[in-house]
């Protein structure tokens, strides 16, 4: 997994600035703190070992000390080579070390300083990934074809949904599947626009709803509860990656 995996850290301070890490040679050219996943990272599962790896390399880079009950997966796509996996903390991580150190230079960045670096094109689809809205999204590469659905998963090819934004603008979805967790229903839906974009390199864009049937028909409502909204979305990104 080392050679094919790598983990980032997205930190927020409260003026908006991101936490990024420069190359050793190169300051200007900034992204965020993180990097491949080492042997001495590996774990019980996959989940626990990309954990361990952001925990170290946190620490390494910026002085924060994490605990992997407060990570969360936000966006995963690939960057260059290798498959990179965004966590965010749900608590506050604590104070970094900022300055200079055999890693780059730890500091405060503006959003469009990432745009600009190395990584600019996954960085700019991490942060249409969690951008602000009404309806909460993760993306996920080359995942078109939703595999290994379990009994109490149903694919539904080619079902289109309409939905209205809190602003009265309508997006026009397909319903990937809807997945059951705990007794309650949540269904899985993609944009129809990306789902049909000749664009092999985007990452297909996934929002995560409450699902409801009945005899008048379906509802989608978002998912109030962070803590569900997380193993949601974390089975999500299993069924996607065909581990579940």
Known sequence: MHTTHAVCLLVRDDAGRILTIS???????????????????LGADEETTLKNAIIREAKEEAGLSLSAEHLRAVFIARARTRIAV???????????????????VVSWSPQDAL???????????LFSAVRDTPRREVSMPDATEP???????????????ELED????????????????????F??????????????????EIALFAYEE???GATYSDIEDEGLFARVQEYCIALLRDEV
Do not use: K, W
Not at 86 to 104: M, R
Not at 115 to 125: E, I, P, Q, T, V
Not at 147 to 161: C, P
């Open 23 to 41: 190359r050793p040679h190169e300051r200007t050219d900034v992204g965020l703190i993180g990097g491949g996943v080492e042997p001495e990272d």
């Open 86 to 104: 965004t966590f965010v903390c749900d608590v506050d991580p604590g104070t970094p070390t900022l300055g200079v150190n055999e890693e780059g």
């Open 115 to 125: 745009l600009a670096g190395s990584f600019g094109d996954y960085n700019r689809a």
């Open 147 to 161: 595999a290994g659905l379990d009994e109490s998963s149903e694919f539904r090819e080619e079902e289109l949904v």
């Open 166 to 185: 809190e602003d009265g603008s309508c997006r026009v979805f397909a319903l990937l599947a809807v997945v059951e967790i705990d007794g309650q229903n």
């Open 187 to 204: 269904a899985m839906l993609s944009p129809h626009a990306s789902m049909t974009s000749d664009d092999d390199d985007e990452p297909l």
């Open 214 to 216: 009945d005899a008048g």
